[in-house]
């Protein structure tokens, strides 16, 4: 050991002391004695600190408990006793109370004395070592132990052999069962197995036997049974627990009653609401069939009266007549908003790739009366390709451009269509240079029927196409919100997810 060790050396006799000091000096300075020559100083000094062990010589003055009050003094330093052969009593009671080793006075060298040290505090520091693994030990179990017990599923520790081991309070909560009850048992208790799928207990050794198992770590759903023999439905995953030698399982288990519920729940009103917008679309197409046929008889027969017969008619009753076949062409436009409206939720057509630069062709085409008296500046800019369906996106564009076109004002109407990703967005925005309108007003215009500009002769409408823009947006996923400075212009703006869920949502 090349490093120096600092002893103190409690001896009453002075001159046994000297010689055990000259006799060291021998073998180098591996190893000093501070010397003092009764218990009290002893205990004193080892209190000061900064010594590597302790050699205490036993003899008739000194007291019987010396190692326990040295101990007491300083619990984790090395002790040495030197003791005769007549002593050997003394020594092993030394060692019991907590002395590393002992020295025979008679067979003394500075080897064995120095070997005795080295000994001493080989053992000590190996205890120490001990002790801190220990506590950790202790602490992290303490830890592991609160997890198992605050946690609100249900841990469940097995054996390769399926045993249960450990079961913690949410286990005995979920199940029924108290851990006495169940520890030693088979973890196969706890599941259906009259069920297909069933607790996977051969997993457990096969992993063992091949280090791997696909049941093993993955989520599986099965029916368990509480302690009654009734059964709910739950999800877990058993993983392994790397430990050396045979290794152990923990099963993670969770009632998914409440979740099942919600899901079934979610189906019913699923289904629900897909039947109740059939049932509205059904309504709506036979209503409008209805209305449309005695309307265009209405507007057939004002149109005969105003071309064959006006010469019957004066001034008066052919304005009366123009009112009427006005009445009905708006009726006709309510009855067809109507049905597009109904329609945006059943008539779906599979979501596709499609370019926007597509889409607002279309819906400009379908413009083409409005663009061409109007001849706005239309301004397109980083217009991606979208998953959509493209008919309710041509539907879309075309309901706000086309109000960007009947709510223009003096100036000459720019309209501006641009997309900007935003993370896993695309963000739409048409801006046109219109009237604008109240920003209070801005949820309101989402609402069917609901219009700002009710002046018929200048801005006739139904007060359905954002609604219909509103039901096709959130079909896809996304939002609509409007921004506007009244006489200064508005801003429609809606979201589209990059890639859209699965499943389109019903709204
Ligand atoms: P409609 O145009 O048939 O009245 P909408 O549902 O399309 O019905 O619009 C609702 C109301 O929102 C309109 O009546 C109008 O007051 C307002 N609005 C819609 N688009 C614009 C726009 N680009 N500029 C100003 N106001 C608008």
Redesign the pocket.
């Known amino acids: 050991m090349s490093q120096q060790l600092h002893f103190l050396l409690i001896d009453d006799d002075r001159k046994q002391a000297t010689h055990t000091e000259k006799l060291l000096k021998t073998v180098g300075n591996s190893l000093q004695l501070e010397w003092v020559a009764d218990l009290d100083r002893g205990l004193e000094r080892v209190e000061k600190g900064d010594l590597d062990g302790i050699l205490l010589r036993i003899s008739d003055n000194v007291p019987r408990a010396a190692i326990a009050q040295l101990r007491g003094a300083n619990r984790t330093i090395p002790i040495v006793v030197s003791v005769t052969q007549n002593q050997m009593e003394a020594a092993a009671e030394s060692l019991r109370q907590g002395a590393q080793e002992f020295i025979i006075e008679e067979f003394l060298t500075a080897e064995r004395l120095l070997e005795a040290a080295k000994y001493a505090v080989d053992v000590m520091k190996n205890r120490v070592a001990l002790e801190a693994a220990n506590e950790q030990f202790r602490e992290s179990d303490l830890r592991m132990r609160a997890v198992l017990n605050a946690s609100l599923d249900c841990i469940i520790t097995l054996d390769t052999k399926g045993h249960i081991l450990e079961f913690n309070p949410a286990a005995e909560n979920t199940f029924g069962y108290t851990s006495d009850e169940l520890v030693g048992r088979k973890a196969t208790q706890l599941f259906d197995s009259s069920r297909k799928k069933t607790f996977p207990i051969d997993a457990l050794q096969q992993y063992q036997q091949y280090g791997e198992n696909p049941e093993i770590g993955r989520r599986i759903e099965i029916k368990a049974l509480r302690k009654d023999r009734t059964d709910f439905p739950a999800e877990l995953a058993v993983h392994p627990v790397p430990l050396e030698g045979e290794p152990m399982f923990t099963i993670f288990l969770r009632d998914i009653t409440a979740r099942r519920n919600a899901e079934e729940g979610q189906k019913q009103y699923a289904a629900e609401l897909e039947r109740s917008n059939r049932d509205l679309e059904q309504y709506v197409s036979i209503v409008s069939h209805d209305l449309t046929t005695p309307l265009r008889a209405i507007t057939g027969f004002c149109q005969l009266l105003q071309i064959d017969h006006h010469t019957h008619f004066d001034k008066k009753a052919q304005e009366c007549l123009t009112f009427i076949v006005e009445g009905a062409r708006r009726m006709r436009a309510l009855i067809d908003?109507l049905r597009t409206y109904s329609k945006v939720t059943t008539k779906q057509k599979p979501i596709e790739c499609v370019a926007c630069q597509e889409i607002l062709k279309d819906s400009m085409n379908n413009l083409e009366l409005e663009i061409l008296e109007v001849q706005p500046e239309i301004i397109t800019d980083n217009l991606p390709e979208i998953m959509a369906d493209k008919t309710q996106m041509v539907q879309l564009f075309q309901?706000?451009i086309?109000?960007?076109i009947?709510?223009r004002s003096e100036r000459d109407l720019q309209i501006h269509v641009l997309a900007e990703r935003v993370n896993c967005e695309w963000v739409f925005t048409?801006r046109?240079n219109?009237?604008?309108?109240n920003p209070e007003?801005t949820d309101k215009?989402?609402e069917?029927f609901?219009?700002?500009?009710?002046d018929e002769d200048q801005?006739?409408?139904?007060?359905?196409?954002?609604?219909?823009?509103k039901r096709i947006v959130e079909r896809h996923q996304g939002r609509i919100w409007?921004q506007?400075v009244p006489r200064e212009?508005?801003s429609?703006i809606f979201t589209l997810p990059v890639v859209p869920e699965e499943r389109v949502t019903e709204r």
């Open positions: 908003d309901n706000l086309g109000n960007a009947k709510y048409i046109d219109g009237i604008g309108f007003e215009i989402f069917i609901q219009r700002l500009h009710v801005y006739s409408g139904t007060g359905i196409g954002l609604a219909i823009c409007a506007s212009g508005s429609f």
